[in-house]
Nanobody
Framework: QVQLVESGGGLVQAGGSLRLSCAAS????????MAWFRQAPGKERESVAA????????SYADSVKGRFTISRDNAKNTVYLQMNNLKPEDTAVYYC????????????WGQGTQVTVSS
């Protein structure tokens, strides 16, 4: 049974930092494309950052480039999202997701962790 468990969310002032963690079980993150998504109230879910299987190439939404960094620790089977210089518009529920194939939708999702940035 695959489980993705996010942690690390919270309340932070604008300009601050948080690091989100996504602990995976039931799958090997090295063999999966992993990503972070977020959904703000009244808005659609959007992709924030992704890291590809094996090669670990990364991609980011324009809104977070230069501020967020996705990484993974294969030994801990955990994916991270380091978020710096946070802005109020980063406030959202952040979700970890994984898929085995390059194309297609993400198959596995975590329960989400709330990030709130105060101005």
């Amino acid at each position: 049974q695959v489980q993705l468990v996010e942690s690390g969310g919270g309340l932070v002032q604008a300009g601050g930092s948080l690091r989100l963690s996504c602990a995976a079980s039931g799958l090997n993150i090295l063999l999966y494309h992993m990503a972070w998504f977020r959904q703000a109230p009244g808005k659609e879910r959007e992709s924030v950052a992704a890291i590809s299987r094996i090669s670990s190439s990364t991609s980011y939404a324009d809104s977070v480039k230069g501020r967020f960094t996705i990484s993974r620790d294969n030994a801990k089977n955990t994916v991270y999202l380091q978020m710096n210089n946070l802005k109020p518009e980063d406030t959202a529920v952040y979700y970890c997701a994984g898929k085995a194939t390059t194309t297609g939708k993400y198959t596995y999702w975590g329960q989400g962790t709330q990030v709130t940035v105060s101005s």
